[in-house]
């Protein structure tokens, strides 16, 4: 006998679809079809008396109502899965052994505050800091979640974007003696440059605030694959680079390194957590998202980890 969702797992789906970003990206992620998904959206809708959604065949948007269902559902699920844990005799409080892997390029560094809060705040629990910057097998490597800078383009995580990574132009004092400041992109052409390949090589857009977006074409007397090593070259004068703020922050306040066009700025990089879908997520893991966003500078407004069918 085939059986009909309840509206906790209808609005179970609805959250999974706005989190997914799509339809067949929620099916694919709970093992289901795409017209089960669809349907049950749609009996949520009718349930509910409102559109949820606005979809086309290549965008989807919460309407208002869809908003603040969103908002409400998400805090409903949470209330439900608390409720649940306690009939069980579930503890809330974190404990065990936490496994995250993070970029070399800020586990060193940016993160180390907000991890060393995250540890007095909870001494029953053990964290493995492991510095890859490669997306981990989960399951097999036991990996309880990963922080990721860039687009997440696997649909079989969970991505909860967690703050967006500044970007600006610097050089080393010394590689600009005698040299003009640059007052406009176009000033940049003409002095050497390094490059970060994972995220430009070739080219580089600058944004400002009230004028044009100008694209640089560029041919980089150096290109890596790490920051650490642009920004000890850039430090040794061999050349201009647009590097994480955060990285260069220290270097900019001691004098080290200049800040050019200080109006002018490269898109940020969003900085993801990434986690396996689960039923049920462990307070250690909650809680390490929630202090590692509050930890974080610029980051975005909350979004709390919720449980998921």
């Not at 959206?41 to 086309?56: F, Y």
């Not at 559902?73 to 949470?78: C, I, N, P, Q, V």
């Not at 041919?219 to 647009?242: I, K, Y």
């Not at 270097?251 to 990089?269: E, N, S």
Request: net charge neutral.
């Amino acid at each position: 006998m085939k059986t009909t969702p309840d509206r906790i797992e209808l609005m179970q789906t609805f959250v999974r679809i706005v989190e997914a970003g799509s339809l067949s990206a929620a099916a694919q992620q709970m093992g289901a079809t795409q017209p089960t998904v669809s349907r049950r959206l749609q009996a949520l809708e009718r349930s509910l008396g409102v559109r949820l959604l606005q979809r086309s065949t290549h965008a989807m948007k919460l309407t208002e109502e869809g908003e603040r269902c969103y908002g409400r559902a998400r805090e409903l699920l949470g209330n439900w899965d608390a409720f649940e844990a306690d009939l069980r005799g579930s503890t809330d409080v974190p404990e065990g052994t936490l496994r995250v892997v993070v970029p070399h390029a800020i586990g060193q560094q940016q993160l180390v505050g907000p991890l060393a809060d995250y540890l007095q705040r909870h001494p029953h629990v053990a964290v493995e800091w492991l510095l890859h910057d490669h997306t981990p097998e989960f399951i097999t490597g036991g990996i309880d979640c990963a922080i990721h800078v860039g687009a997440v383009d696997d649909p079989s995580v969970v991505a909860v974007k967690i703050a967006e990574i500044p970007r600006i132009v610097v050089a080393a004092p010394a590689r600009m003696q005698g040299v003009p400041l640059p007052q406009h992109p176009a000033d940049l052409a003409t002095l050497p440059w390094l490059a970060l390949r994972t995220f430009y090589r070739n080219d580089i857009t600058l944004h400002h605030p009230t004028q044009e977006a100008q694209r640089l074409t560029l041919q980089p007397r150096m290109a890596t694959d790490s920051l650490f090593a642009m920004r000890n070259a850039a430090l040794l004068g061999m050349g201009v680079c647009v590097a994480s703020a955060w990285a260069v922050e220290e270097d900019i306040a001691q004098g080290r390194l200049l800040h050019l066009l200080p109006d002018w700025r490269a898109a940020p990089l969003p900085m993801y957590l990434l986690y396996p879908y689960a039923r049920f997520y462990p307070a250690k893991l909650r809680r390490f998202v929630e202090v590692i966003r509050a930890g974080l500078p610029q980051a975005l407004p909350d979004q709390l980890l919720v449980q998921r069918p």
